[in-house]
């Protein structure tokens, strides 16, 4: 399984945008990269997947270079309410892959 | 509205009790997880169950077994409960699409005291 690697902790502001990068040096040629978030006391949610170049959908951009070792999570204008850690993860979702988390990012947005 | 569903949000257990933590998706997913969380830790996959009585070990499986005779439900059992197994239990489902990846959906967690 591809392992990640993601800052432990980042701070924000109100209004900032805010990008998150992991590293991932090992990712295999079937794996996605996907990102949730997670609030305090509540199960992970699932925000944005991607496999290569740029997605974005109505909470975020994920940006995945043609080498695809690293990739990163963009959030605009955040708010105090996307305080929460966010975790990345890579993997092949075919029946018998595991989802495997790492430590994730602790974000925190301040007015 | 798709949902997973743990029987538990709570739960208080003596050390040496057989606890079992219920988990139900009504989704149709073949994949189920269960995952411990502990502050500064993460999430920490226990086991994993890709079909009706199949199941793999994930990383931290000691101490724990798990049951799936059915495939809406994955129960996590704690045979013999001691007071470092005191933690969040988080339960997910997904259902794997070949050539693309599908989300994990979650549930909300038991958070289980063992005194």
């Known amino acids: 399984l591809a392992k990640t690697t993601q800052p432990i902790s980042m701070d924000s502001y109100e209004g900032q945008e805010v990008n998150i990068t992991c590293s991932h040096n090992n990712i295999a040629t079937n794996d996605y990269i996907t990102w949730y978030q997670q609030f305090p006391s509540q199960g992970p949610r699932f925000i944005i997947q991607g496999y290569k170049t740029k997605v974005t959908n109505e909470v975020a951009s994920l940006f995945i270079p043609a080498d695809r070792k690293s990739s990163t999570l963009s959030l605009p204008r955040v708010s105090l309410s996307d305080t929460a850690v966010y975790y990345c993860?890579?993997?092949?979702?075919?029946?018998?892959?595991?989802?495997?988390f790492g430590g994730g990012t602790r974000l925190m947005v301040k007015p | 509205d798709v949902k997973v569903t743990q029987s538990s949000r709570y739960l208080v257990k003596r050390t040496g009790e057989k606890v079992f933590l219920e988990c139900v998706q009504d989704m149709d997913h073949e994949n189920m997880f269960w995952y411990r969380q502990d502050p500064g830790l993460g999430l920490r996959l226990i086991y994993f169950?890709?079909?009706?009585?199949?199941?793999e070990k994930g990383d931290i499986p000691e101490g724990y077994s798990v049951s799936r005779e059915k495939k809406e439900r994955f129960s996590l059992i704690l045979e013999s409960a001691s007071t470092n197994q005191t933690s969040m239990y988080l339960c997910?489902?997904?259902?794997?699409?070949?050539?693309?990846?599908?989300?994990?959906?979650f549930g909300q967690g038991t958070r289980l005291t063992v005194v």
């Open positions: 993860l890579v993997g092949d979702n075919n029946a018998g892959n595991m989802l495997t």
């Open positions: 169950s890709y079909d009706v009585k199949m199941k």
């Open positions: 997910a489902s997904s259902s794997p699409d070949r050539g693309m990846n599908t989300e994990a959906f």
